[in-house]
């Protein structure tokens, strides 16, 4: 009805619904109303533009498309705006006043004028040779499709009601050992009966609903049951939105995690509140995002039928999910990549989209982590290039001479960004100038890990076989889906084809070469050991997300030839093979506890939160340092933020020393650890004391940690105090004497 509204009017009237929906975010932002009425009015600002600039930039889409689009459009525009203004000032209730006045006028200037696309016929338009037996046929096969996707629909909302019912705020290993197997179970049937509906031309467009759900279903185990949290790195970056919140900046500003602390603290200002929350469901929400644009993606770039491009679409849960179960600036990064890629495919193959869509997505990508959006924008900048430079097509070599440069510049983008920042902020990146020279280095990266040994337990030896061969078969089927693009387009005499796999091919090298010299060549001394290799292994994930589209075009055309030539046995095989994988990939999403692997990272428990808050009761104002592990580090920021910093008495220790241990090697972590090997002894806790200046140290022992018992007898005779908190979390207490 919006968009028929809105549709119906000249450009006057344009403007005028641009007025009214820029009134009700601002509305949002400046009145004291019920938190319902906060989030309608924001919905209403983002998706009421997002549907103007839709029907001005895509006329000849339907409104649910143009709506989707356009407000991802606005959406990342709002984000890159966002982030520019914090760097240059802050994110005030001032600066958010201005973000969301001057955005549309900006995606106004950006959409420019109305323009005619090309009308891309699709394989299931209607027809007036379809007969009327055909018709009545399809209706019938719609109406069963209907009931079966509301039934798998109810067990969506099942399968969330069994989370709902484990959550717990106990320190846990793995969110499996309270999950009942009757999930899996669950997953199992709704992936099935999905891909089924859409394989056997039941549904098409209503089953994307149904995906969204199941990715939903997938990616928020972690969310559900852990009550107090999840991980360490989303409580640090809470807790930054959160101050940015009331105090408009967090200082120093990196120039990275820019874009979902603007996005957040937007997001946040317009509701009232709600930092939190809105952090937690913002990657798995954005991610079941992908699923209705792939779904648009194929049908326009390949003119496939509902029922192929919605099979071809759950592929995207056969992508690694870890990224995309918690909210850090590397997942929201990785899923805003993925939508990238989804929109190029179109805009290459078919131009169904304007090329300021990806643009603007690249673009909002390098502004949540350059790590993924600097190679991103460039493939971006790559694939447009092939479609301005028709001019040159009589200098061959010259368009490809130019094509090569952009992609080997794209290849080497992020060791000379690391090697850029170290130059201008001092930070230790070194060069292995040796390694690049010996080749089986470099097979040995790219060599998949051995799986130990089976442990026969048929369904762990399948899920487990899946992740050491992920990567490849995932691999393998992109590079299927580039050349059966290929010959397609060799075939049909297309050069938008042939040249679209080209480019996807250079794109998915170019990264893979980033992987590599980041492996390899690049060094960080400054990390600690076991996470230097953090920021290469995420370009493994970036690499698969380029080859996506290819992937589920692949897909698409195995459903194609399946139905075609009628095996119905190999399409039940397909089906269960294709809900089977998806399961075990859900289950490889989150940290394990089986005969293959053993978490050891505990989780922040409800007894965590109230040791902190009783150290910072009983220290009475009083400087004091804390040593703990993780979870109860994790715990102290999410309660009490950034509250205190010490200069470091060490003179060869420059930095300043947060009050609890960070886990990433700092010297105060690694007196915690010491004090664990000395049973918490009194000497080994005043270095702490030396170290910081403080008055007052506590030393926290879980009761999960090992030799727990012999640690907290041999300290109750050593600390000035302690107490317990629910018999799991014992506090001593050591005073300067």
Known sequence: MLTYMIGKYSNKKYSFFAVIFTAAGLLSLLLSI???VHILLTIIYFVGLGTIIGWKSLPREIAPWRTLLGTLLHLSLTMVLGSLVYLLQDLSTQSVFLIILIAPILTTVLTGRRTEEPNLALADSPTKKKTKRRRWLNILLAIIGAFLALALLALTVYGFGLLSGVATDLSIRSPWDNVPRLFFILLFLITAGSFALSFGRFSGAPTIPLMMGLSALATTVAISVYSIGFGFDPFIHQATELHIFNFGEMLPKPPYYLGQYALVTILAKMI????????KWLVPATFSLSFPLAYWSLRRSFGWSSYTAAGATLGLLLLPLAPFVLTTPQGLADVFALLTILTCLPMAVTKSIPKRYPAMLAAATTAIHPLAGVPLF???TTLSYLDVSNGLRRLPKLRWTIFIKLVLLTAVSLPLLFLLNSALSGTDVTLDREVLSAPAAIIEVLKAPDLVTRRFSAMLDFAYGWRTSRTTILALAGLAG????WLAGRRSKSRRKRETAIAFMAGAIAFLANFILLRLWVQFPFLISYERTNYADRLADLTLIVLTPMLLYALGRLIIRIRRHGFPTLALGLTLLLAATITANVYLAYPRRDRYES??????????VQAVQSIDKRANNADYVVLSNQSVSAAAIRELGFKKYFDSKDPN????????????GGPLYQIFLKT???????TTVLQAL????ADTAFYVVDHYWWQAQQIILNAQHEADSWWTENDRVWVFRYDKK
């Open 34 to 36: 019920p938190l319902d």
């Open 676 to 682: 664990n090997m000395d049973f918490g002894q009194r």
């Open 690 to 693: 030396e170290l910081t200046g």
């Open 653 to 664: 220790i420059t930095d300043q020393i947060f009050f609890y241990p960070i886990p990433t």
């Open 378 to 380: 460039l493939f971006v």
């Open 272 to 279: 009232g509140g709600q930092v939190m929350n809105i952090d």
């Open 599 to 608: 978490s050891r990272g505990w989780s922040t428990s409800g007894a965590d």
């Open 482 to 485: 580039l050349i059966l693009l």
